[in-house]
């Protein structure tokens, strides 16, 4: 009977079927704010990287110009910043990595279903995938956030920079 009344549309689909329909929505809303939200964090830390690295290049002018005056050209001390700088994001990377690994692999979370009776619930599982691609991360933010302080350092002129030292 039910299938012969052409006024009611029915669809048989499994218990998986149906749940994973009823979260897709909330899922790409979730996935949504995610990448906004880690967007705005990705240039507040570029923004972050670059102040801390300009404070190191001032903070050093002086040992900067005295490199460059006995005869160190531009490159050397973009690499030398370039290297310092590197050196932070790998540090900060593996520390937030380990933070979040602790913190978070193995934490449950759910939420209810909008406009649905049922609720998404969802582990979250911090792989050593997920932790190299956040090194990479903290890799890529840190080289643009010290790259331009790099060229600066390399490109002041000496005397200049001793008299601001």
């Known amino acids: 009977a039910l299938e012969n009344n052409p006024q009611l549309k029915v669809k048989a689909?499994?218990?998986?079927?149906?749940?994973?329909?009823?979260?897709?929505?909330?899922?790409?809303?979730?996935?949504?704010?995610?990448?906004?939200?880690?967007?705005?964090?990705?240039?507040g830390a570029v923004f972050g990287a670059l102040n801390t690295m300009f404070a190191a290049v001032a903070t050093r002018a002086r040992e900067i110009a005295t490199?460059?005056?006995?005869?160190?050209?531009?490159?050397?001390?973009?690499?030398?910043?370039?290297?310092?700088?590197?050196?932070?994001?790998?540090?900060?990377?593996?520390?937030?990595?380990?933070?979040?690994?602790?913190?978070?692999?193995?934490?449950?979370?759910?939420?209810?279903?909008a406009g649905s009776v049922g609720k998404l619930s969802f582990n979250l599982a911090v792989s050593p995938g997920l932790l190299w691609e956040g090194i990479k991360w903290a890799l890529a933010i840190g080289f643009v956030g010290g790259l331009f302080?790099?060229?600066?350092?390399?490109?002041?002129?000496?005397?200049?920079?001793?008299?601001?030292?």
């Open 13 to 43: 689909t499994t218990t998986v079927e149906f749940f994973a329909k009823q979260s897709e929505q909330m899922t790409k809303m979730l996935r949504i704010i995610g990448i906004t939200v880690g967007s705005i964090m990705a240039v």
């Open 67 to 113: 490199l460059r005056a006995i005869g160190f050209r531009g490159l050397p001390v973009v690499v030398a910043v370039m290297l310092e700088t590197t050196l932070l994001a790998l540090v900060g990377g593996l520390l937030g990595g380990g933070v979040a690994f602790l913190v978070f692999n193995g934490f449950e979370a759910s939420t209810m279903g």
């Open 149 to 165: 302080p790099a060229v600066r350092a390399a490109s002041v002129p000496v005397t200049t920079a001793l008299r601001e030292a």
